[in-house]
């Protein structure tokens, strides 16, 4: 489901039967209602082919695989000729550094006016700049539960660990209802001004 040598996420595609998909592609989250263990995503993502599809990834894939948890990839260790597992050996780095204080992830919270550590399950949104060098994306605070629309690199969302040490914050609070927020996502991401916050969490 998840390729940690690409980054990305495994979806089908009706063109090109399997695609691979970086984060920054994603354009829609939703958590499927129901009590699943793990809980399960509805993604839309813009495919290579050029169409918007849809596909469903578990919160274990989403969030965990990225770091190397719940991968179970082979590869041979070259010094010692061993099979090992790449899961683990992420595993071991994913955790020594956030122990240090450093996150996969990162978004500055408006309304809490700081930022905070988040995962993907906490995105909502995305949507490209004209350009296709920036991402507008609306995540959800996953202390506060408002959301902020912050604008990133794409490598502050595909690269776990990498963190744009600006990001661009539209001033504007957003509806709590998810239909609304989606309608005011689109109104004022391009419209609205950037305020560019520090995103240290340390
Ligand atoms: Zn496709
Ligand atoms: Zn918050």
Redesign the pocket.
Known sequence: MYDALTTSYTFS????GE?HVRLSRFRRLDQLPGAQHPSVFRVEFA?????E?AGLVSHDDLDWAPLGLGDETPFVNLMTSRLESTGVELTDVAAARIRAGEWPWSFFCWPEERPRPVFPSSFRLLEPSAAGDRVGLAVRCPVCGKVSVNLVSRAHLDVPFVNDREVGVVQHLFDEDAAATVAEFHEELWSAAFDARRLTLS
């Open positions: 595609c009706p063109v090109h695609t495919c290579g082919c050029g169409g599809h």
